[in-house]
């Protein structure tokens, strides 16, 4: 957040005394207007990079600084999108109060920037929304994947991008996914011939103990059936499982900063895991089940793991 001081009073009962530009494409300007006050706010206009931009909203806080009988803190904002912030100016009745020029901010639109504007009562499902299929493998779980025992199948393979990764590598790998639009319009050519695309129904249609190894990376936490499809992993595998969840216990270890990872909240997650829970499911079927962690990350310089780790052998 780039921070600047206005301190400019406009009459006894308004008061503007910073302005903010925000990472997310949002510019807030605050201060301060006693609730009887009958001054317009319209009366005030922003320029950003020489061009007018319209109030999104205002709404009002406490400020201790200036008692009143309601809030008298007041914050307007105004939404910049995707763009480079080169200069910022505020004027009263079309008088310049404030000037900022030569900036350099670059503003990124944010996930879900409808919430700010929407006028509808949201679900979980228009906040903790889904994306279209993952492009990506993390890196750790490539290099994992990768020690594997061949023939591999990836459970909820998505579009096979690692399949793809397996295979470049000269690894005998498959794939089995659900079939839906986002992955039968999304899936390439290559991988296509090694992916069983199926309706989610058990038993998944391959034999016993058919594959080496499995790998179930970010996968488990959507399926409403968890135990059946960790017995059906057993049942195909005749060695190893490399199985990732996002790790539920990062919730009470932020607790102070109050915040929750916004992936671990997903629309389409249904089972969430800590440490005990998994190994205490994964032993169940597996006869021993090394768990760690990766993906290494840290909020207001608390460190934390977003995903549990198992590596489980079926002998």
Not at 68 to 91: K, T
Not at 127 to 144: C, E, L, Q, T
Not at 212 to 233: F, G, T
Not at 303 to 309: I, Q, T
Request: aromatic residues 8%.
């Amino acid at each position: 957040m780039n921070s600047f001081l206005i301190a400019r009073p406009i009459h006894e009962d308004l008061c503007f005394d910073e302005l903010h530009v925000h990472d997310c494409g949002l510019l807030q300007i605050t201060g301060w207007q006693r609730h009887r006050s009958t001054t317009p706010l319209s009366l005030l206009s922003i320029r950003v990079n020489l061009l007018p931009r319209p109030l999104l909203q205002n709404y009002r806080y406490r400020r201790d600084d200036v008692p009143d009988s309601l809030p008298s803190g007041i914050c307007l904002e105004v939404d910049l999108g995707a763009e480079v912030v080169r200069s910022v100016e505020v004027m009263w009745e079309n008088v310049p109060i404030f000037l900022a020029q030569g900036l350099e901010i670059r503003c990124q639109e944010p996930h879900y920037s409808h919430l700010r504007f929407t006028d509808q009562v949201l679900g979980r499902d228009g906040i903790y929304g889904f994306g279209p299929p993952n492009p990506n493998v993390h890196p750790d779980v490539a290099a994992m994947a990768l020690r594997l025992r061949p023939p591999v199948l990836d459970f909820g393979c998505g579009i096979g991008v690692l399949i793809r990764i397996l295979r470049s590598a000269g690894i005998e790998s498959y794939g089995i996914e659900l079939e839906r639009p986002g992955i039968t319009e999304n899936l390439p050519e290559d991988v296509r011939p090694y992916i069983t695309l199926y309706g989610g129904q058990f038993p998944i249609p391959f034999p016993d103990k058919a594959f080496a190894s499995v790998v179930c990376s970010e996968v488990l936490e959507h399926i409403p059936d968890y135990e059946r499809a960790v017995q059906q992993i057993a049942r195909v595998c005749r060695g190893q499982l490399f199985l990732t969840v996002p790790d539920v216990s990062v919730i009470p270890l932020l607790h102070k900063h109050n915040v929750v990872p916004w992936h671990l909240l997903e629309s389409t997650h249904v089972n969430f895991f800590n440490q005990t829970s998994l190994e205490k499911l994964l032993k169940r079927y597996f006869q021993s089940a090394l768990l760690f962690r990766l993906g290494s990350c840290s909020i207001n310089e608390t460190p934390y793991r977003e995903s549990l780790v198992a590596l489980c052998s079926i002998e």
